[in-house]
């Protein structure tokens, strides 16, 4: 199967301790903590599509905007395409630049209520954030691009998972090639238009590319690239076995104060942290349930549901348990309900958000950039 690569497109290959051998095993990283946290964020927004659970979260709304300057109707037509994203799918979640470039009720989202209420978020009030998106507490968030840049509010992660390959050999693989059944040639040569038309090229023609930019040609597996290292081959890996490992910080949501209106209660810290633990079950016991498909050649199949231990006390035997997803968001609804009866807020229709002119603009220029750099790629 084939890992992903990271800076410098090197698989992240290292030896680790394994248990039951004496040796250290070769180990290759399979889906990272970030990765593992953006498939929980999207099986709980696949959740609340499918009416499943309801929860806190900002939405910018990219489909009804005002087209300025020339190109209207097709730069209109570019920028229609985005449609809605929300704070479980940005990024940096509430601290996420596409929020604070967005407008609420007319004024950019930092300048309004909400938006304020987020430059005075800490781990003695957490409440704001588990009103508006409580994903950035599970998950962790560092509000680094607001008004206080570096010294902004920041919140460690209480949920990490990734996904390792023990046992691994880097692969080698023999290369091959896809026929084209025209047998069109590299040598014949065409002219490649903005609007994705082509044709023939003449022999003095500027801009003439290899019909291969135009979809037309036999198709070449990748070379073999440069061995920059021993490890590091690119050609996929074998492996014995894979293996997810997730970790709910019951230690890091004890951190977290939740007043309400200003006033401490240790009620509320406990309704709240408990509202965060199932949130964490639910979102990774319905990203499992989805399936383990990382990417192309990246499929894996679990040998078994997935399984909990309950670390309780120091020295005692883990407590085991099991949970499936349908089990898990009935459990959120609970504890959501214990929440509500000591006034935590948990808003369930969601902050709604514009983007402003100067992000829309940005966009729609970044899409026409796209489609000229596809059209100037033979040069």
Not at 131 to 148: N, V
Request: one cysteine or more; glycine letters at 8%.
């Amino acid at each position: 199967m084939f890992p992903p690569t990271f800076a410098g497109a090197v698989y992240a290959i290292e030896r680790r301790r394994v248990p039951g051998r004496a040796e250290p095993v070769q180990c290759v990283l399979l889906d990272s903590v970030q990765s593992q946290a953006n498939r929980m964020e999207q099986a709980l927004q696949e959740a609340m599509d499918a009416g499943q659970l309801k929860m806190p979260h900002v939405v910018v709304d990219f489909s009804e905007h005002d087209p300025k300057g020339s190109g209207e109707e097709q730069e209109g037509k570019l920028i229609d395409a985005v449609g809605k994203v929300t704070s479980l799918q940005v990024p940096h979640r509430l601290a996420d630049a596409i929020l604070r470039d967005s407008n609420a009720n007319g004024k950019p989202f930092r300048d309004s209520d909400q938006g304020k209420a987020l430059n005075r978020v800490s781990l003695a009030s957490a409440t704001p954030l588990f009103q508006m998106c409580p994903t950035a507490l599970l998950f962790g968030m560092w509000d680094s691009t607001g008004p206080k840049g570096g010294l902004g509010p920041k919140f460690e992660r209480a949920m990490v998972s990734e996904i390792v390959g023990v046992g691994v050999e880097v692969g080698d693989l023999r290369r091959g090639v896809r026929r084209d059944p025209l047998e069109i040639r590299a040598a014949v040569k065409v002219i490649k238009a903005a609007d994705k038309t082509w044709k023939l090229a003449e022999a003095d023609a500027s801009k003439r590319v290899a019909p291969s930019e135009v979809n037309h040609s036999s198709v070449p597996f990748p070379k073999q690239r440069e061995r920059k290292t021993d490890d590091n081959y690119y050609d996929g890996v074998t492996l014995e076995y894979a293996e997810q490992t997730t970790m709910l910080s019951l230690i890091v949501l004890r951190r977290l104060r939740f007043p309400v209106n200003g006033v401490p209660s240790l009620e509320a810290d406990l309704a709240a942290r408990t509202v965060l633990a199932a949130l964490g079950l639910a979102a990774a016991t319905l990203a499992f349930e989805s399936g383990v498909g990382l990417r192309s050649r990246c499929l894996l199949w679990p040998e078994g549901p997935m399984a909990w231990d309950l670390l309780d006390k120091p020295g005692e035997t883990p407590r085991p348990f099991a949970v499936t997803g349908d089990k898990a968001v009935k459990l959120l609804v609970k504890a959501v309900d214990a929440a509500k009866a000591v006034n935590l807020p948990w808003a369930e229709a969601p902050i709604e958000l514009k983007p402003s002119n100067q992000l829309v603009e940005l966009v729609r220029r970044s899409q026409l950039e796209a489609t000229k750099e596809e059209a100037d790629s033979g040069k």
